[in-house]
């Protein structure tokens, strides 16, 4: 039973609020749970000058029909980054019957992040409880007012041991062409995502035999609502997702493709850190610099990264040159090449908690 005493958050009713899916892991005396809590609050706001220009140079540069800049599906899209983040917020969160306040407020674009922490009893009476469904810890956010308004969240109950696959999302699991500079941004604003044909099928057998996911992208947070959906959509297995900051304040074809080429790396390595003992396989796509950030990975990281996949794309193969210089970096044995997903057996990836690996 939750006290009348207990801490809420100070957001508004008008604000938009989201938890997003994070991770927990063990700490180091192996008696506690440290969870990670993100989310962001949003304002709405009108669109002031300075955006009504930003969109003029975005839809020049699409240069699409102007139906679809009418359509409901391009102003979802477009809403997103118009919103304004919600600064100085306190934000509590509930995990069963307790209350959690996080120790820093907002930051200026809305975000908040926080580690929270939970003896290993109060996580096994809250799976008793039925509060954690297939290693996923139900959260709540707590807003003024009456349970109505409650953001759910949840966190993955990461084990020190085991396998991860982190997935890059733009033309790995989904259509994207990032080569193309119209392409990207009509397939970000103007048509709903589609998956790649196969790839959920191969990441649900894998999640049969225990593997757990965390899709790492270089799409920016305001895209996190259609990702998820195309993710569930599509059968994807959930998992954690890692998303890329960006605000509407510079032209937004240059800094959309100015942070693709940042960031990935370090998410990934803060991940190898966090789970020393856990065992990678990397899924990426030829495309952008998805080779060459897991093969630095690789070097960095050799006993942890059991396998790279990469998907080949026509505009930009990984062959020549190219291969041979990630080559002279991480064993021939390492890589696999495939353009459809039935390329790599079902079983390539074999799950043992003891003692993880991938086979091929």
């Known amino acids: 039973m939750i006290s009348a005493n207990s801490p809420i958050s100070d957001i508004a009713e008008h604000h938009r609020v989201a938890l997003y899916p994070s991770f927990g892991r063990l700490a180091d005396d192996g008696q506690s749970w440290k969870l990670n809590i993100h989310g962001v609050v949003l304002e ?77 009893h109060d996580v096994d009476r809250l799976r008793a409880d039925g509060a954690v469904d297939g290693n996923w810890l139900q959260l709540a956010l ?9 953001i759910l969240g949840r966190c993955l109950l990461l084990e020190p041991t085991g396998t991860s696959v982190v997935s890059d999302i733009d033309d790995t699991i989904k259509h994207t062409d990032v080569a193309s500079r119209r392409s990207l941004l009509a397939n970000t604003f103007l048509h709903e995502f589609r998956s790649i044909d196969g790839m959920s099928n191969l990441y ?23 990702l998820s959906e195309l993710c569930e959509t599509a059968g994807f297995p959930c998992g954690t997702m890692h998303l890329r900051m960006f605000r509407l304040r510079d032209h937004m074809l240059r800094r959309m493709l100015l942070i693709r080429r940042k960031g990935k790396g370090a998410v990934i390595r803060s991940l190898f850190r966090s789970f020393p003992n856990r065992r990678f396989v990397l899924v990426g796509d030829s495309g952008e610099r998805d080779p060459e950030i897991y093969a630095t990975l690789a070097r960095k990281f050799p006993q942890q990264i059991e396998r790279i996949l990469i998907r080949q794309l026509p505009f930009r ?10 080559l002279r970096r991480v064993p021939t044995d390492r890589w696999q090449l495939f353009h459809d997903p039935s390329e790599i057996p079902s079983d390539s990836v074999a799950i043992d908690s003891a003692v993880p690996r991938v086979l091929v």
Request: glycine letters at 8%; one cysteine or more; hydrophobic letters at 35%.
């Open 44 to 120: 709405p706001r009108e669109i002031n000058l300075r955006k009504r220009i930003l969109l003029r140079l975005l839809k020049r540069v699409m240069n699409a029909d102007p139906s679809h800049f009418d359509s409901e599906l391009f102003r979802r899209r477009i809403d997103c980054f118009i919103q304004a983040g919600g600064p100085g917020c306190q934000i509590a969160v509930r995990i069963g019957d307790r209350c959690f306040l996080l120790p820093k407020r907002t930051k200026r674009n809305g975000h908040f992040s926080g580690t929270l922490r939970l003896s290993r």
């Open 142 to 150: 707590i807003a003024p007012g009456t349970e109505e308004r409650q």
């Open 204 to 226: 649900r057998q894998w999640a049969d035999q225990g593997a757990v996911f965390h899709y790492v992208s270089s799409s920016p947070w305001q895209l996190f609502d259609p």
């Open 317 to 326: 193969k990984l062959d020549g040159e190219r291969m041979l210089r990630l």
